[in-house]
């Protein structure tokens, strides 16, 4: 089992041994990884899953601390997804690289109830594993490069404890510098 400095006061169990703490798309997607056992879960208390609230309470370090947002833009009327995973520290760049990386005249955070809809996760708790496959996962070139992040798990009662590079990883991937700013 992988040891994480990151950890704080949580309870870090292996996260293929607690699919009950994962939304069902997410646990999917980690028992697809090369190495699921090096992902780490823990529970949380629901009402304390945003990010400053969670690290406050459980003494994670914010810079630690990674976010995932959806952002959608149109073009010739064909809607466009992504999610952008950076760190909680940054803001992703959603009206500069994103809206450029997917090619729209104005790109903007998804409507919450479009987001959860088709992440098939809890606002809160959305995260990079088991996005729709077609979507673009845009990764800030610091996060790829973080020893130890959390992040959500799908829902809003646990965090995941993963490396940069898992998130680097992950299939549909893009590693971009200066993602978040």
Same mark, same amino acid.
């Given at each position: 089992?992988?040891?994480?400095?990151?950890?704080?006061?949580?309870?870090? /169990?292996?996260?293929? !041994?607690?699919?009950?703490? *994962?939304? &069902?798309?997410?646990?999917?997607?980690?028992?697809? $990884?090369?190495?699921?056992?090096?992902?780490?879960?823990?529970?949380?208390?629901?009402? $304390?899953?945003? %990010?400053?609230?969670?690290? !406050?309470?459980?003494?994670?370090?914010?810079?630690?601390?990674?976010?995932?947002?959806?952002?959608?833009?149109?073009?010739? @009327? /064909? !809607?466009?997804?992504?999610?952008?995973?950076?760190?909680? %520290?940054?803001?992703? &760049?959603?009206?500069?690289?994103?809206?450029?990386?997917? &090619?729209?005249?104005?790109?903007?955070?998804?409507?919450?109830?479009?987001?959860? !809809?088709?992440?098939?996760?809890?606002?809160?708790?959305?995260?990079?594993?088991?996005?729709?496959?077609?979507?673009?996962? *845009?990764? &800030?070139?610091?996060?790829?490069?973080?020893?130890?992040?959390?992040?959500?798990?799908?829902?809003?009662?646990?965090?995941?404890?993963?490396?940069?590079? %898992?998130?680097?990883?992950?299939?549909?991937?893009?590693?971009?510098? @200066? $993602?978040?700013?």
């Amino acid at each position: 089992m992988v040891r994480w400095s990151i950890a704080g006061s949580l309870t870090v /169990e292996p996260a293929v !041994e607690h699919p009950g703490l *994962l939304a &069902d798309p997410v646990a999917k997607a980690l028992a697809a $990884l090369p190495d699921p056992a090096d992902v780490g879960v823990a529970a949380i208390d629901p009402d $304390l899953a945003d %990010t400053a609230a969670f690290c !406050e309470a459980y003494g994670a370090a914010l810079t630690a601390s990674a976010n995932c947002v959806v952002v959608t833009g149109k073009r010739a @009327g /064909e !809607e466009r997804f992504a999610a952008c995973l950076v760190l909680a %520290t940054t803001r992703a &760049d959603v009206n500069g690289v994103v809206r450029r990386r997917l &090619d729209v005249r104005k790109a903007s955070f998804a409507p919450t109830d479009t987001a959860v !809809e088709l992440t098939r996760m809890e606002y809160g708790g959305i995260t990079p594993l088991g996005l729709p496959a077609q979507w673009p996962v *845009l990764v &800030d070139a610091a996060v790829a490069a973080a020893p130890e992040l959390v992040i959500g798990s799908g829902v809003r009662g646990s965090k995941l404890l993963i490396t940069g590079a %898992t998130l680097a990883s992950l299939p549909n991937a893009e590693v971009i510098e @200066g $993602l978040g700013r």
